[in-house]
């Protein structure tokens, strides 16, 4: 129905952009079955290249803690045979140094066995708590880990054959490693502490750390 002197005027649609109707893909691609992508060459040595070194890091991480194993194992059965057994802890030799927390016994020789169990004293050197120059060696990331924290006037103890004796730091010093003044003759009582440096470096460092210590009394 019209009302006389009035138009109808026809509403717009107020939705201008209607929504895009989405419609489903199959969700099997038929070229997928008619044109496989097969393993090429490069993919198959990436993965044994990835096979191999995860072998490989796990047969060194192994080997490293055995080694580690064995050494606390064979410290723990020498600090046992130094405490109970007096004939043979007069024969030990433990060294002890509170600054760095350090209490290991000494083992004779310094060829590369005798490092893994423990600080070696270096033969044909002074036997610790004598006159003359005793040398002791040891690996930076085993027994002397900490040693370049050594400061001048710090206390090292010897015990051997019942008796204590106490060294005090006098120097500390960076030497290449085929400068032998190190291993010179005192006719005083000291200690000499060897090991590489830096302490941290990755690989066989390239240098060595020098800790010499006087006898102070017993």
């Known amino acids: 129905m019209q009302v006389p002197g009035t138009r109808v005027r026809r509403r717009r649609s107020?939705?201008?952009?209607?929504?895009?109707?989405?419609?489903?893909?199959?969700?099997?691609?038929?070229?997928?079955?008619?044109?496989?992508?097969?393993?090429?060459?490069?993919?198959?040595?990436?993965?044994?290249?990835?096979?191999?070194?995860?072998?490989?890091?796990?047969?060194l991480c192994s080997s490293v803690a055995a080694s580690y194993a064995a050494m606390y194992v064979k410290q723990r059965e020498l600090l046992h045979e130094f405490k109970t057994h007096q004939p043979a802890g007069e024969a030990l030799t433990k060294l002890s140094i509170p600054r760095i927390g350090l209490r290991a016994v000494v083992i004779e020789g310094a060829s590369a066995h005798s490092l893994l169990m423990g600080p070696g004293h270096l033969t044909g050197s002074a036997i610790?708590?004598?006159?003359?120059?005793?040398?002791?060696?040891?690996?930076?990331?085993?027994?002397?880990?900490?040693?370049?924290?050594?400061?001048?006037?710090?206390?090292?103890?010897?015990?051997?054959?019942?008796?204590q004796f106490r060294y005090i730091v006098v120097q500390k010093k960076i030497v290449q490693?085929?400068?032998?003044?190190?291993?010179?003759?005192?006719?005083v009582g000291e200690i000499?502490?060897?090991?590489?440096?830096?302490?941290?470096?990755?690989?066989?460092?390239?240098?060595?750390?020098?800790?010499?210590?006087r006898l102070a009394g017993s």
Do not use: M
């Open 14 to 59: 107020i939705i201008r952009n209607p929504l895009p109707v989405f419609q489903p893909e199959r969700w099997c691609n038929r070229n997928f079955f008619r044109n496989p992508k097969l393993p090429n060459r490069r993919d198959n040595r990436r993965r044994t290249l990835s096979v191999v070194l995860l072998v490989t890091g796990g047969v």
């Open 128 to 163: 610790p708590g004598t006159n003359g120059n005793a040398v002791i060696a040891g690996h930076r990331d085993t027994f002397f880990r900490h040693v370049d924290q050594l400061r001048a006037g710090d206390a090292i103890f010897i015990l051997r054959g019942g008796k």
């Open 177 to 187: 490693p085929n400068n032998l003044s190190v291993l010179r003759a005192t006719k």
């Open 192 to 213: 000499t502490l060897i090991t590489c440096y830096p302490t941290h470096f990755i690989g066989p460092a390239p240098q060595r750390l020098v800790i010499v210590a």
